[in-house]
RNA sequence: AGGGGUAUCGCCAAGCGGUAAGGCAACGGGUUUUGAUCCCGUCAUGCGGAGGUUCGAAUCCUCCUACCCCUGCCA
């Protein structure tokens, strides 16, 4: 992208670094950074924060980084780097340089840990877990000093030596900043920096058996990189006292700052990451790409595209005050995009059968229409007509109710691109139910009016013989209540829509949408924009519902 | 009296002392061989509440209220 993709919104942070600029603060560089914990896949709170982070960067001509925050091996994994790096391209972002890693800096991270010991600004404590919660305080208690806490400097160093090469077992000690168990911020209570973890690391290997804090890695990263902009959400706004103080007290090459926004709720969702892999360990959905899913992954399987999201996370803005926006500004960001780019194709998602009864048995006829109504570049399509038709169910009732726009029993509608026909007479079986349309058409109405009388109005279909099968999965909101985590006494899988997913085995599409790749937006005209999923064959090709188009009719009927 | 934040239309959000942008949703109407799109119109004498300062306050001050975050050797 270039700097003409920028986001052409504003916000608060961007009224900083304009501040900043004025003042040729950071010689008038801006370079923010993306920094994930590669722990689970990308979600939609996450675009905001790449939109935010990546956009900023290319508004003021910066550059953005992409730096796992890999500090906890035990609960990352390649797979998730692979997914972010995967996702964040997809999106359409470029980082600078190669691709960093928090675990890059171990080894200068571990330096100016014991630079801070020999500055008796940081110990090696011996108080365990629960010891260490216990001398912590309160939230209105102030915590009380560590035994350990007035160790000499030499003592200090062989201790974190000992940590270091291994010789001590997890949780029998850990680093402590020296700063103040008495201040009312908690994290200002002597906070761990470094603990022992045998773990083997993603990156690293075996190289370290310690491992630096978020607090102690994260400022300092920013800094070695150059960050001007360290962009986060609102719950590290108690934190950035610890990352100014640890900037300050150590011989960091820059000085970055912290700005904290609110992070992205969506309703009729979820965006825990914990909670999203739920989802998938327990098999409520099929994986992390699973078309419900609000990851970047499962957006992109539904039919999402990364100009609809960046779309929307302009649309929300950026701000610092919490609240959850609504579903419907998704849906109207994709909407909006594939209107404009989605070629329209007819797709019959549960058909009934018509017979044109004066139409000549065998005969074939195939008519262009356009891909696009409004778009003539997206050129044109081929429909095969004959006597053998599929129309949607949905479009046919006995007794037309009020305001009925489709094929009623005696009463005449167009094809879409076709033929007006009338409904002659209507079969059903022994249950009663309806299978079979006996129509006539006009052969007068090919691109003209009805003479002498009136069409209802426009409805789709497809050629039996010569139609596409296929699979169309209609997929809806995961959850029926607009906050599912609400809830204190029940779970948010307890309020999973049991219809988020209806699949519809026997659909039939138009010839031109066989063997189409996956990842292919549509609009089935009438019916909303689909997409062809990767489980498609030759055999049978799989669309899903992305989004319905909106529905006025339905605003109708319910009232 | 723990600390840190946030409150502007149903939702998101501009506004930065000069008289409440915009988007989403909703509701009317027009065009339409998609009940789509598009177009036109309506939608906060009001800015969490109460006082105060000012010629003038959503913007400044005081008090109050509600909600969010913080007691991991997670990030």
Known sequence: MTKNDAPKSTNFIHQIIEQDLQQNLNDGKVVTRFPPEPNGYLHIGHAKSICLNFGTALKYGGECNLRFDDTNPEKESQEYIDSIIRDVRWLGFEWAGE?????????????????????????????????????????????????????????????????????????????????????????????????IRHAHHHQTGNDWCIYPSYDFAHGQSDALEGITHSICTLEFEDHRPLYDWLIENLPVPVVPRQYEFARLNLNYTITSKRKLKQLVDEKHVTNWDDPRMPTISGLRRRGYTPAAIRQFCDMIGVTRSNGTVDMAMLESAIRDDLDANAPRAMCVTRPLKVTL???????????????????????????????????????????????????????????????????????????????????????????????????????????????????????????????????????????????????????????????????????????????????????????????????????????
């Open 99 to 195: 691709v960093k890693y928090t675990s890059d800096y171990f080894q200068q991270l571990y330096d100016w840990a014991v630079h801070l010991i020999k500055e008796g600004k940081a110990y090696v404590d011996h108080l365990n877990a629960a010891e260490m919660r216990e001398y912590r305080g309160s939230l209105t208690e102030a915590g009380r000093n560590s035994p350990y806490r007035d160790r000499s400097v030499d003592e200090n160093l062989s201790f974190f030596e000992q940590m270091k090469k291994g010789e001590l077992e997890e949780g029998t000690c850990s680093l402590r900043l020296k700063i103040d168990m008495a201040s009312p911020n908690i994290n200002l209570r002597d906070p761990v920096i470094y603990r």
């Open 357 to 559: 009864v004066n139409y000549e048995e065998g005969k074939e006829e195939w008519f262009e229409l356009p891909a696009h109504p409004k778009d003539e570049s997206m050129g044109a399509r081929s429909v095969s007509f004959g006597r053998n038709l599929l129309i949607e169910q949905e479009d046919f009732e006995e007794v037309a109710p009020r305001k009925w726009k489709r094929l009623a029993a005696g009463e005449a509608v167009r094809l879409r691109g076709a033929y007006v026909i009338r409904c002659e007479e209507v079969i059903k079986n022994a249950e009663g139910e309806i299978i079979e349309l006996k129509c006539s058409y006009d052969p007068a109405t090919k691109g003209a009016n009805p003479e002498g009388y009136k069409a209802n109005g426009v409805i789709h279909w497809v050629n039996a013989d010569r139609s596409v099968p296929c699979e169309v999965r209609l997929y809806d909101r995961l959850f029926t209540e607009a906050n599912p985590e609400a809830d204190k006494d029940k779970s948010f899988l307890d309020f999973m829509n049991p219809e988020s997913l209806v699949v519809l085995a026997d659909a039939r599409a138009e010839p031109g949408l066989k063997d189409q790749a996956a990842e292919t937006n549509y609009q089935f005209e009438r019916l909303g924009y689909f997409v062809v999923d990767p489980d498609s064959t030759e055999e049978k090709m799989v669309f899903n519902r992305t989004v319905t188009l909106r529905d006025s009719w339905a605003k109708i009927q319910n009232n």
